[in-house]
């Protein structure tokens, strides 16, 4: 603000608004709440005397208003906040879709502005402006034509590295899919490799090798089968500590016969 001793006095009006023509009313719509203000303005606001100049407030607009500047086209942007780390595949992730940042930023933390329309990437430190992308759909990426890469990154190199010693398909299934998509693929890449630690590489290596086979080397696929493999077969319980052996049944059954037998 140009005078920082009046900020008070122009915050005042907003509770002036709320408790003199606002207090105790309830409008079904805003268009009916504007309309009233509208009424409010005109018959009292404007014809008041202001208690600081002495002056009416209709008459004092009337100078001002050859100053004041149109309002601007767009309307004021109400971002959410975050910080994020530049992953492998050079973006970052807001609301599961993903956006690049500049080459070099791999590895590092940016802040991230997002509202419906755009998503813009900051220097954590300086507030610099990096990217600004419109929004992707969940599971969709923005990339930037500078932002890719002209030659495979060091970092893709040793995660492919470390695909080909966890196992022969898995190295093959990990290269095909950087190979069709991209540094984009790193993310399900990085995927594989985790599973070869969750599930062991054996079962993982046979996993792609079975997608590779099957003709979809997709992450999801490996991660499915080695689920369901993973998952022991249903056994039904012929006894439960809540039911007793059929053995007791039986005799019970034949001790009531007996009985109403000799009877």
């Known amino acids: 603000m140009r005078d920082p001793d009046r900020k008070g006095k ?5 509770a002036h608004a709320q408790r003199t023509p606002l207090k105790g009313l309830r409008f079904e719509s805003l268009e009916e709440a504007q309309a009233y203000l509208d009424r409010w303005e005109e018959k009292c606001a ?26 601007p086209l767009e309307p004021f942007r109400y971002y959410s906040h975050g910080v994020r780390t530049v992953h492998l595949d050079g973006c970052v992730e807001v609301q599961s879709a993903y956006y690049s940042a500049p080459p070099g930023c791999i590895g590092r933390r940016v802040a991230v502005q997002w509202d419906d329309a755009r998503v813009r990437l900051l220097e954590l430190n300086t507030g610099a402006l990096l990217r600004e992308h419109a929004r992707a759909v969940p599971g969709r990426r923005r990339m930037a034509e500078a932002d890719r890469p002209a030659r495979t990154p060091e970092s893709t190199l ?19 899919i950087h190979q069709t998509e991209g540094e984009a693929s790193m993310r399900r890449v990085i995927g594989i490799v985790q599973l ?18 099957a003709g979809a080397p997709t992450y999801r696929f490996v991660r499915r089968y080695l689920e369901r ?35």
């Open 229 to 263: 493999e993973s998952t022991p077969p249903l056994t039904l319980k012929q006894v439960d500590p809540l039911i007793r052996e059929l053995s007791h049944y039986r005799d019970l059954i034949n001790a009531i016969t007996a009985k109403e037998t000799t009877v």
């Open 10 to 14: 122009v915050e005042r009006g907003v």
């Open 196 to 213: 070869a630690k969750r599930y062991g590489a054996p079962a993982a290596d046979r996993a792609c090798g079975i997608a590779l086979d």
């Open 46 to 71: 404007d014809t008041r005397i202001h208690g600081t100049t002495k002056r009416q407030v209709a008459e004092m607009f009337k100078e001002e208003q050859p100053f004041l500047k149109p309002l």
């Open 158 to 176: 040793r995660v492919l590295a470390r695909a080909d010693a966890a196992g022969q398909k898995i190295g093959a299934l990990c290269r095909l």
